[in-house]
């Protein structure tokens, strides 16, 4: 599992996102907005340490951290005491942040969540106003209990809930919070589903709709 994924670089969040999470974060802060990110299955973490946020702004201590996220805590260590980097060892469906954020990323990582669906809605509920979530998502891996896909009924779900979905790229995004359901009742997950897209072995959503 390539969890060691850099900020720039050939393995990188800048190159899988397609675009330089720190510039996302300044446009956002120039707009007076936090610029806060939040990375949800941010495996070591390195991408967001080698963001090296400043300690202070503006004179004052910053109080936008970057987070991570990670079921494993296989972290890298954090230099220094003052960086404000904050690494979470916990599930991203059952943890809560205690503010929003600017961005909100999912490099790679719902592939292995079960509740990937909560996962999103969590997510959507903790963006900012204006707030940016893209994350890597094979609708392919959310089933029917019948085994079949979820399928358009389920990207036709997720667009009315104001999700975007990019089938080329299997990435989802939104921008700006919401608190929403989805018509879908979580039944568990398959974690011997087999590789998807990305060749590695992932894990299949179960889902009845409501
Ligand atoms: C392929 S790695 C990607 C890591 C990182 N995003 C990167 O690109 O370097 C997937 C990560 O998802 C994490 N993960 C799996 N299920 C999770 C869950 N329910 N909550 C949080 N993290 C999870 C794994 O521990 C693993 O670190």
């Not at 109080?63 to 916990?90: K, M, N, Q, S």
């Not at 399928?151 to 809930?161: E, P, S």
């Not at 700006?176 to 087999?194: I, M």
């Amino acid at each position: 599992m390539n969890r060691e994924r850099q900020l720039v670089g050939v393995n990188s969040y800048t190159r899988e996102l397609g675009f330089y999470p720190l510039e996302r974060i300044r446009v956002r802060a120039a707009q007076g907005q936090h610029g806060a990110w939040l990375d949800l299955c941010c495996g070591t973490g390195r991408a967001l340490l080698q963001a090296r946020p400043p300690t202070h702004r503006g004179g004052r201590r910053n109080r936008d951290p970057l987070v991570g996220v990670d079921l494993v805590d296989y972290f890298d260590p954090i230099p220094g005491t003052d960086l404000p980097v904050e690494l979470v060892c916990a599930s991203v469906t059952s943890w809560t942040p205690a503010r929003r954020f600017d961005l909100i990323t999912g490099v790679h990582g719902l592939h292995y969540v079960g509740d990937k669906l909560a996962a999103l809605t969590g997510a959507a509920s903790w963006l900012t106003d204006g707030g940016l979530l893209v994350a890597d998502l094979d609708l392919a891996s959310i089933r029917l209990p019948d085994g079949r896909p979820a399928g358009r009924a389920l990207a036709g779900a997720l667009r009315r809930a104001g999700f975007e979905y990019d089938p080329r790229q299997r990435r989802i995004s939104r921008t700006g919070r919401q608190d929403l359901t989805l018509p879908y009742l979580y039944l568990g997950a398959d974690d011997k589903a087999g590789p998807n897209y990305t060749n590695q072995p992932a894990v299949n959503s179960y889902y009845e709709p409501l």
